[in-house]
T-cell receptor
């Protein structure tokens, strides 16, 4: 099956710890994205990557970091510098950036206490 | 930059009735307008999209209309069913290298 996977579905961390969220796609897509969703809110772009070994900050990149060493993988690290890390994190991919359909993963709900 | 507004924020309809959600965008250069459906605890899924070279697109019970002059587009769901209950997001984007700008979402409840 082709698709985009995120793991784990639920993640719990103590304040002050870094945590890495996984995102993998086997759709052969060039572009990948990370969004944050807070309860009752829309999607806010954290980071995006148009091609392997390249990534750009989105609207709310502070306190987050990413890497894109492989085409199929785009992990997101939530660092201790992120003031309000508890949220639902969504990864997406598209054949190219711009006006192409984005395919979303199932999301990871991160809770930091 | 682009700004997308979406109304209403919540919408309740009786099963079998129609539902309409409207979005406006600010940048006339936007040329791609997807609609996503998000069920509770899941990632959004594309349900229909439209490009600026057409004014309307239909897929079974779902249709999208685009008015480029007024810079707004709408999602129409006819004969609503309980499984249509979800949060719907509109978005706008332009060309290569530009990202989607999403609206804030509409929570649709279809009452049996």
């Amino acid at each position: 099956d082709g698709g985009i996977t995120q793991s784990p579905k639920y993640l719990f961390r103590k304040e002050g710890q870094n945590v890495t969220l996984s995102c993998e796609q086997n759709l052969n897509h060039d572009a990948m994205y990370w969004y944050r969703q807070d309860p009752g809110q829309g999607l806010r772009l954290i980071y995006y990557s148009q091609i392997v070994n390249d990534f750009q900050k989105g609207d709310i990149a502070e306190g987050y970091s990413v890497s894109r060493e492989k085409k199929e993988s785009f992990p997101l690290t939530v660092t201790s510098a992120q003031k309000n890390p508890t949220a639902f994190y969504l990864c997406a991919s598209s054949i190219s950036s711009g006006n192409y359909e984005q395919y979303f993963g199932p999301g990871t709900r991160l809770t930091v206490t | 930059g682009e700004n997308v507004e979406q109304h209403p924020s919540t919408l309740s309809v009786q099963e079998g009735d129609s539902a309409v959600i409207k979005c406006t965008y600010s940048d006339s250069a936007s040329n791609y307008f997807p609609w996503y459906k998000q069920e509770l605890g899941k990632g959004p899924q594309l349900i229909i999209d439209i490009r600026s070279n057409v004014g309307e697109k239909k897929d079974q019970r779902i249709a999208v209309t685009l008015n480029k002059t007024a810079k707004h587009f709408s999602l129409h769901i006819t004969e609503t069913q309980p499984e249509d209950s979800a949060v719907y997001f509109c978005a706008a984007s332009m060309y290569y290298g530009q990202n989607f700008v999403f609206g804030p979402g509409t929570r649709l409840s279809v009452l049996p």
